[in-house]
């Protein structure tokens, strides 16, 4: 990886891991960036919202990518 942070496309190959347990229910994730080591999802359906949401955003979806992709330093909700 460059410094410039981890592809979009390996990014979302790792959102498409987490989304079925999201979609189970009823809401889903969207890849809106990556810019360096920030990654900028919105959350659709009943994510969207849902008062847990940036607790989902940090430490489900954050937790995975950080595990998989070392480069990624935060995942914002936008």
């Not at 079925?20 to 999802?41: I, N, S, T, Y």
């Not at 940036?54 to 480069?71: M, S, W, Y």
Request: glycine content about 12%; charged content about 30%; aromatic content about 0%.
């Amino acid at each position: 990886m460059s410094e410039k942070g981890p592809e979009k496309t390996r990014v979302a190959e790792i959102l498409n891991k987490v989304r079925p347990g999201l979609q189970a229910d009823g809401g889903d994730v969207e890849l809106v960036d990556v810019e360096g080591g920030v990654v900028k999802v919105k959350l659709r359906g009943t994510c969207a919202g849902c008062p847990m949401s940036q607790l989902t955003v940090k430490n489900g979806i954050e937790r995975i990518l950080k595990a998989e992709i070392p480069e990624v330093s935060e995942v914002r909700s936008v």
